[in-house]
C-alpha cells in the first residue's frame, strides 16, 4: 500500500460545477499537509496548506481529518483554467524527515 | 524574484555519455531538492541538502548518479554514464524548511537518453 494514495481520475465535470478529491495517508505521524496543481508538462506549483482547522482559498476549500487520515480539496464553480492533476503532499516529520507526493489526481474541466 | 532556475530545459543524450543538470534556488532558502517524476513512478525525490550539505540520498538510483551543492546559489545533478532508463523530468526545488512551507520547483529539465 502506497504511503499516500489518490484516485488518479479523471473527473469530468462541466465548468461551473462542484468537485472534491480526496487523499488518504498511512502514517499517523505525518505532520503537514500540502495541495499542489501540475498543469501538463509544467513544474508542481503550490496551491495552499491545509491546516488541521481547514482553510479556504477562494473557491478553493482543504480540509484535514486527522482521525481518518485523509485531506480533502474541494472546487467551487470550476473553470476551464482548473483543468490540472492535483498532487496531495504529506510530510512526515518524525522516524526522519519524508515529503511523499500523491500520484495525483487529473481534473478536466468542460465548457 | 526569478525562482527556482533551472538548466537546461531539454537535454537529449546518447547512452554512455555524462549528463550534468543545473538549479540555482531561491535566495535564502536553505533546502535544495533534486526530484524525477516519470508517468509509471511519479515525483520521487533523489537528494535533499540543508545549507549545501547533503541530508539524504537515499533516493538516489545507484552510483551513477551524484549532487552537490558547492554553495548557496548553485547544485549540479550529475548522470554518468547515462543510461535510456534515466529518461525522464528532472525537477529542482527550494524551500524556506521541510515542514511548514511549500516547496518552489524549478521548471525541471526534461532528459531524454536514447
Known amino acids: 500500500r502506497k504511503e499516500v494514495e489518490q484516485d488518479p481520475g479523471p473527473f469530468n465535470v462541466p465548468e461551473g460545477a462542484t468537485v472534491a478529491f480526496n487523499c488518504t495517508y498511512s502514517n499517523s505521524a505525518s505532520q503537514s499537509f500540502f495541495w499542489y496543481r501540475q498543469d501538463c508538462r509544467k513544474e508542481p506549483k503550490l496551491l495552499m496548506s491545509v491546516y488541521s482547522s481547514g482553510n479556504e482559498d477562494g473557491r478553493f476549500t482543504a480540509q484535514l481529518n486527522r482521525a481518518s487520515q485523509y485531506i480533502s480539496l474541494l472546487i467551487r464553480d470550476s473553470k476551464l483554467s482548473d483543468s490540472a492533476t492535483y498532487l496531495c503532499v504529506v510530510n512526515r516529520g518524525t522516524g526522519g524527515f519524508k515529503t511523499i507526493f500523491g500520484a495525483g489526481t487529473r481534473l478536466f474541466v468542460k465548457a | 524574484d526569478a525562482g527556482v532556475i533551472q538548466s537546461p530545459r531539454h537535454e537529449v543524450t546518447e547512452m554512455g555519455q555524462e549528463v550534468t543538470l543545473r538549479c540555482k534556488p531561491i535566495s535564502g532558502h536553505d533546502y535544495l531538492f533534486w526530484y524525477r517524476q516519470t508517468m509509471m513512478r511519479g515525483l520521487e525525490l533523489l537528494i535533499y541538502f540543508n545549507n549545501n550539505v547533503p541530508i539524504d540520498d537515499s533516493g538516489m538510483p545507484e552510483d551513477r548518479f551524484s549532487a552537490k551543492m558547492p554553495n548557496a546559489s548553485f547544485s549540479t545533478l550529475k548522470i554518468q554514464p547515462s543510461e535510456p532508463r534515466d529518461s525522464a523530468v528532472y525537477f529542482c526545488?527550494?524551500?524556506?524548511?521541510?515542514?511548514?512551507?511549500?516547496?518552489?520547483f524549478g521548471s525541471g529539465t526534461r532528459l531524454t537518453v536514447v
Open positions: 526545488a527550494s524551500s524556506l524548511d521541510t515542514s511548514n512551507y511549500g516547496y518552489t
